[in-house]
């Protein structure tokens, strides 16, 4: 360790510090079947520390090479099992899993301020709260994403703010800096008990169950049913759609949902049928959704 890394591993602003004083507080009590999606990972640090809180799915996404290598090795020696992604943060968005918790520690003024705004478009409906750790900085780059509490406050003002921390005291720390930490609510995604909510096709049911037994899929019951509500020259069309039905249920059994479902007030799946039924048949107790 370098007399810097020495320092920062004993201050409440770096590394471990900065997750237990401006990111741990926010995050609830129980994490269990929760993702945590860390933007700008670096080394991975907060990873190892989301899933040792608890978290059942953690992703770090960064575009550096050097920052993915150091995250790489340091995962190797915790022996963890997140995932790290080498890539832009603002592409990365469409591909990510939908988040609890989206956290950007010292990140989110790296973006180019027109990215910004795309990702946070995006964003709104791709996580359920959203961290930012930000720093005094004594000068503004115009064309990135501003570093202060109000700026950062505008780009949220669609989201509910939950809570500020902006009162960690700096006396007598080897390495003090100006840090806030600030958490938003979006007002489009929320987690629910996925037994709460009343799918419309209950005909596929069986259908995943008979593909974890290895049976084709056009030789499901799912299948041939499709197959005797179809007239001939729609058959084709049903032949595709069962495949592009497992494809999905690889992918989802993968990645979790990349998108939340779609539900009404009285909790009726409006689209994402199929998807409410994998996550069940896999044995997920709760769901993201976005309410109509």
């Known amino acids: 360790m370098t007399e810097r890394d020495k320092r920062e591993a004993g201050s409440k602003f770096w590394n471990k510090g900065k997750w237990d004083n401006f990111v741990l507080p926010f995050l609830s009590e129980d994490c269990n079947g929760m993702t945590l999606i860390d933007m700008g990972c670096n080394a991975g640090i907060f990873l190892k520390l989301a899933e040792d809180k608890g978290f059942d799915q953690v992703i770090g996404v960064d575009s550096n090479r050097e920052a993915i290598r150091k995250a790489l090795a340091y995962k190797e020696r915790n022996g963890g099992k997140y995932a790290i992604r080498q890539q832009s943060m603002q592409r990365s968005i469409d591909i990510l899993p939908v988040a609890d918790y989206t956290i950007l520690a010292n990140a989110h003024y790296y973006f180019p301020i027109e990215h910004w ?3 946070l478009d995006r964003l709104q409906y791709k996580t359920r709260y959203c961290v930012i750790v930000t720093a ?11 570093p202060t509490i109000v700026d950062i406050r505008g780009y949220f003002k ?5 809570e500020i921390i902006d009162n960690v005291s700096m006396e007598n720390d080897p390495f003090p800096r100006r840090l806030w930490g600030i958490c938003f609510k979006s007002r489009f995604v929320e987690r629910v ?4 909510l009343e799918n419309q096709n209950n005909l596929q049911k069986n259908f995943y169950a008979e593909i974890d037994k290895g049976v084709h899929p056009t030789e ?16 084709g069309t049903v032949h595709r759609g069962i ?15 990349i ?3 779609i539900v009404n007030r009285d909790k009726k799946v409006l689209e994402g049928n199929h998807r409410h039924a994998i996550m069940k048949h896999l044995g997920y107790k709760t769901i993201m959704v976005r309410i109509a």
């Open 117 to 119: 705004f795309d990702y």
């Open 259 to 261: 998108k939340p479902i």
């Open 158 to 162: 669609n989201w509910d703010e939950v």
């Open 193 to 196: 008990p996925i037994n709460d």
């Open 136 to 146: 005094h900085k004594e000068c503004k780059v115009l064309c990135k994403a501003s």
């Open 243 to 257: 495949l592009r039905k497992v494809g999905l249920y690889e992918n989802i059994r993968n990645n979790r949902l």
């Open 220 to 235: 499901t019951a799912y299948y041939k049913y499709s197959l005797r509500r179809t007239k001939r020259k729609y058959r």
